[in-house]
């Protein structure tokens, strides 16, 4: 969607790599060697880079790949001074979601200026800091890496802003021939960032299940290099996590709070709550006896609520800290890498910080231009029936199909689902309507746009980024009077379909030009990193001149329909597929401004998800005998939803955690 999970991925990869861009010693003085590189989405080779030299001096990259009929294709130049950093660099062609790029930096009689769609301005060279552009490709790599291993301490300071320190190097023999090393960088995201280096200090690879970068040639070996940075990484969160989590030796006792109850909508005054061990073992009007066996916390004029869902996510080991700091104590999972049932095991013992991992669905497409990057690609119905067969056989519960499947594999594969008692959701395959879907088994759809195409037409080929341009289009025109609209509603109720409508996502899509801000995120941009920031004001869809209201009402079409499924009791679940944490507070705020009153809202992200989920015996409200994953804000979200933001203190499974700890960890200022 607008910051698809490969999208928000690349985009953090592209940043941390071209944000990190490393250099060293005597390593200036070899040879330039022009270097290709393959990339692989998935697994399946999606694009390329290309790094050369100029005849004079500069260097040219060229870079692209293909996600699903988007990705970017650029086209750089760049020249270094003697002092290894940039003096010139200028960025040519289209990002990921296809609209223009042309960016530049040059220093001009001593002052640095930078210039994009999305941003610029200037300050005085001070000869040094090394320039990290917004849409930067792979290729500046093998310069940074050389200036900063020649650094001081290994660290240097970035234009616009920020620094970047190689933490560690770690030495690879791959094969028993191939020396590699694999960096580890802080300064320009959340957690620290990994590439692969080669003998010559040249950028070597970057690999993931979902996305891999590597030189040409050395394909092979890049399911070698997967594991050995993910098991840094994880160390790295391991260690971190550890220091973050308060395990309670005592009973906790929250006293004078004010409850929400997720079942009526009420709020509770002035509670004593008692927690023992993961569970809660009483709830009191009067006051419980305070002695030196409990932990106690003052819940005057806060509200304790049940840990909040987010039903839609692509979850990796990072995401946790902003989980729960932002209160998400559960998510459900629709689509990931392999490993998935590992990450769900760590988060769901406490081993990392993050949230329960509720509902693992398996992603299921068919095979072509435009399928899924992860999960089972398929090629006949034969292997999707299979597929979902060794989900099951996984601890999985749920199929999510995606837009490459045949219309007529649906009912079969519904079929074999639910003979497993698994759900089945997704995208409505591409030349079949939602209405079809819903009558061939679906249980539930994701993304508000597939419910819009419902009513334009059944030949709009949806594996492309025509499922997201033909609403902003045409989606204002949609009449919830209209008797299709009203039939569809009723099967939609007849069904019991739940719908996922992720909503907020189509607001930065289809409103947000380059140099905006998203608007799911401005409330809280100024609280990340300045170089977070930066990926935040690329803007969406390439708007047309003159057509701005009209993509911008065809997303005020999308909050419509979402009140209207409310009015017509259609079952809605809060799923963000965004950024964690902060995006399913946007998402709640959107319900609001739909029209949805707040106390539904957090019944709908507390109680309807933990039913939808399958784990409302324990959780989903405040109630004795329910699993202790409460958090405590300091407001009233009731009154003002906005308030949800503002969580005190986070308790998952009877352990604590401090929202503003847990930010101050990856760098994000907290809540004031």
Same mark, same amino acid.
């Given at each position: 969607?607008?910051?698809?999970?490969?999208?928000?991925?690349?985009?953090?990869?592209?940043?941390?790599?071209?944000?990190?861009?490393?250099?060293?010693?005597?390593?200036?003085?070899?040879?330039?060697?022009?270097?290709?590189?393959?990339?692989?989405?998935?697994? &399946?080779?999606?694009?390329?880079? &290309?790094?050369?030299?100029?005849?004079?001096?500069? #260097?040219?990259?060229?870079?692209?790949?293909?996600?699903?009929?988007?990705?970017?294709?650029?086209?750089?130049?760049?020249?270094?001074?003697?002092?290894?950093?940039?003096?010139?660099?200028?960025?040519?062609?289209?990002?990921?979601?296809?609209?223009?790029?042309?960016?530049?930096?040059?220093?001009? %009689?001593?002052?640095?200026?930078?210039?994009?769609?999305?941003?610029?301005?200037?300050?005085?060279?001070?000869?040094?800091?090394?320039?990290?552009?917004?849409?930067?490709?792979?290729?500046?790599?093998?310069?940074?890496? =050389?200036?900063?291993?020649?650094? !001081?301490?290994?660290?240097?300071?970035?234009?616009?802003?920020?620094?970047?320190?190689?933490?560690?190097?770690?030495?690879? /023999?791959?094969?028993?021939? +191939?020396? $590699?090393?694999?960096?580890?960088?802080?300064?320009?995201?959340?957690?620290?960032?990994? +590439?692969?280096?080669?003998?010559?200090?040249?950028?070597?690879?970057?690999?993931?299940?979902?996305?891999?970068?590597?030189?040409?040639?050395?394909?092979?070996?890049?399911?070698?290099?997967?594991?050995?940075?993910?098991?840094?990484?994880?160390?790295?969160?391991?260690?971190?996590?550890?220091?973050?989590?308060?395990?309670?030796?005592?009973?906790?006792?929250?006293?004078?709070?004010?409850?929400?109850?997720?079942?009526?909508?009420?709020?509770?005054?002035?509670?004593? *709550?008692?927690? %023992?061990?993961?569970?809660?073992?009483?709830?009191? =009007?009067?006051?419980?006896?305070?002695?030196?066996?409990?932990?106690?916390?003052?819940?005057?004029?806060?509200?304790?609520?049940?840990?909040?869902?987010?039903?839609?996510?692509?979850?990796?080991?990072?995401?946790?800290?902003?989980?729960?700091?932002?209160?998400?104590?559960?998510?459900?999972?629709?689509?990931?890498?392999?490993?998935?049932?590992?990450?769900?095991?760590?988060?769901?013992?406490?081993?990392?910080?993050?949230?329960?991992?509720?509902?693992?669905?398996?992603?299921?497409?068919?095979?072509?231009?435009?399928?899924?990057?992860?999960?089972?690609?398929?090629?006949?119905?034969?292997?999707?029936?299979?597929?979902?067969?060794?989900?099951?056989?996984?601890?999985?519960?749920?199929? &999510?199909?995606?837009?490459?499947?045949?219309?007529?594999?649906?009912?079969?594969?519904?079929?074999?689902?639910?003979?497993?008692?698994?759900?089945?959701?997704?995208?409505?395959?591409?030349?079949?309507?939602?209405?079809?879907?819903?009558?061939?088994?679906?249980?539930?759809?994701?993304?508000?746009?597939?419910?819009?195409?419902?009513?334009?037409?059944?030949?709009?080929?949806?594996?492309?980024?025509?499922?997201?341009?033909?609403?902003?289009?045409?989606?204002?025109?949609?009449?919830?009077?209209? /008797?299709?609209?009203?039939?569809?509603?009723?099967?939609?109720?007849?069904?019991?379909?739940?719908?996922?409508?992720?909503?907020?996502?189509? !607001?930065?899509?289809?409103?947000?030009?380059?140099?905006?801000?998203?608007?799911?995120?401005? &409330?809280?941009?100024?609280?990340?990193?300045?170089?977070?920031?930066?990926?935040?004001?690329?803007?969406?869809?390439?708007?047309?001149?003159?057509?701005?209201?009209?993509?911008?009402?065809?997303?005020? /079409?999308?909050?419509?329909?979402?009140?209207?499924?409310?009015?017509?009791?259609?079952?809605?679940?809060?799923?963000?597929?965004?950024?964690?944490?902060?995006?399913?507070?946007?998402?709640?705020?959107? #319900?609001?401004?739909?029209?949805?009153?707040?106390?539904?809202?957090?019944?709908?992200?507390?109680?309807?998800?933990?039913?939808?989920?399958?784990?409302?015996?324990?959780?989903?409200?405040?109630?004795?005998?329910?699993?202790?994953?409460?958090?405590? *804000?300091?407001?009233?979200?009731?009154?003002?939803?906005?308030?949800?933001?503002?969580?005190?203190?986070?308790? =998952?499974?009877?352990?604590?955690? +401090?929202?503003?700890?847990?930010?101050?960890? $990856?760098?994000?200022?907290?809540? =004031?």
């Amino acid at each position: 969607m607008n910051k698809s999970p490969i999208f928000v991925l690349v985009s953090v990869v592209l940043t941390m790599v071209s944000c990190q861009k490393e250099a060293k010693k005597s390593s200036y003085d070899l040879p330039y060697t022009d270097l290709e590189y393959n990339i692989y989405m998935g697994g &399946k080779l999606a694009g390329y880079q &290309k790094s050369s030299k100029t005849d004079d001096g500069g #260097y040219h990259y060229s870079f692209e790949y293909n996600d699903r009929g988007r990705g970017p294709s650029l086209d750089e130049k760049v020249y270094l001074n003697d002092n290894g950093v940039i003096i010139s660099h200028k960025i040519i062609g289209h990002n990921y979601l296809k609209d223009t790029v042309n960016e530049v930096f040059n220093i001009e %009689n001593g002052i640095a200026k930078w210039k994009s769609s999305s941003e610029q301005g200037e300050i005085e060279f001070d000869n040094n800091s090394f320039f990290s552009a917004i849409n930067g490709s792979f290729g500046t790599s093998d310069l940074l890496i =050389k200036k900063l291993l020649a650094a !001081d301490n290994n660290e240097i300071q970035m234009l616009p802003s920020g620094s970047i320190k190689i933490t560690s190097i770690d030495n690879h /023999k791959i094969n028993d021939s +191939i020396n $590699i090393r694999l960096i580890e960088f802080t300064g320009q995201s959340f957690t620290p960032s990994y +590439i692969w280096v080669d003998k010559n200090d040249r950028f070597f690879g970057y690999a993931s299940p979902w996305f891999t970068c590597i030189q040409k040639g050395y394909d092979s070996i890049a399911k070698q290099l997967e594991p050995l940075q993910k098991q840094k990484g994880e160390q790295y969160l391991k260690n971190l996590s550890e220091s973050l989590v308060e395990i309670p030796s005592k009973k906790i006792l929250i006293k004078n709070v004010n409850i929400f109850d997720a079942k009526t909508g009420a709020s509770i005054p002035n509670r004593f *709550v008692l927690i %023992n061990k993961n569970r809660i073992e009483k709830i009191s =009007k009067t006051e419980i006896k305070q002695d030196s066996d409990l932990y106690v916390i003052d819940g005057t004029d806060k509200m304790l609520l049940p840990g909040l869902f987010d039903m839609h996510t692509h979850i990796s080991d990072t995401d946790g800290i902003l989980h729960l700091a932002a209160g998400i104590t559960s998510v459900r999972d629709l689509g990931n890498s392999a490993d998935l049932p590992e990450l769900k095991e760590k988060f769901n013992t406490n081993q990392l910080v993050g949230p329960r991992i509720q509902v693992m669905s398996g992603f299921i497409d068919k095979a072509g231009p435009y399928a899924g990057p992860t999960g089972s690609i398929i090629n006949t119905l034969e292997e999707g029936l299979k597929a979902i067969k060794d989900y099951h056989s996984k601890g999985y519960t749920q199929i &999510k199909l995606y837009s490459s499947i045949e219309p007529d594999w649906v009912k079969p594969l519904a079929d074999q689902a639910h003979d497993l008692d698994m759900r089945v959701s997704g995208h409505i395959p591409a030349f079949m309507l939602a209405e079809q879907a819903v009558k061939n088994g679906y249980d539930e759809i994701q993304h508000a746009n597939m419910l819009a195409l419902n009513f334009l037409s059944d030949t709009i080929d949806t594996r492309q980024p025509l499922r997201f341009s033909m609403v902003a289009e045409h989606g204002h025109n949609l009449d919830f009077n209209s /008797k299709a609209f009203k039939d569809f509603i009723a099967l939609l109720k007849e069904k019991n379909t739940v719908i996922d409508p992720t909503v907020s996502i189509f !607001d930065g899509m289809f409103t947000a030009k380059a140099g905006d801000a998203d608007p799911s995120f401005y &409330k809280i941009l100024d609280r990340l990193p300045l170089s977070v920031q930066r990926g935040f004001y690329s803007g969406g869809l390439p708007i047309p001149n003159g057509k701005e209201d009209q993509y911008k009402a065809s997303y005020d /079409k999308l909050l419509e329909m979402v009140n209207e499924l409310y009015k017509n009791e259609v079952t809605i679940v809060p799923g963000t597929d965004a950024m964690a944490g902060f995006g399913l507070h946007t998402e709640l705020e959107n #319900y609001v401004k739909a029209g949805i009153p707040a106390t539904e809202v957090l019944k709908i992200a507390t109680a309807v998800s933990a039913k939808v989920a399958g784990v409302a015996n324990d959780l989903g409200v405040v109630e004795e005998g329910k699993l202790a994953d409460l958090i405590l *804000v300091d407001g009233d979200p009731v009154s003002n939803i906005s308030d949800v933001r503002k969580v005190e203190l986070t308790i =998952k499974d009877g352990n604590i955690y +401090i929202p503003e700890k847990l930010y101050d960890a $990856i760098g994000v200022r907290a809540f =004031k």
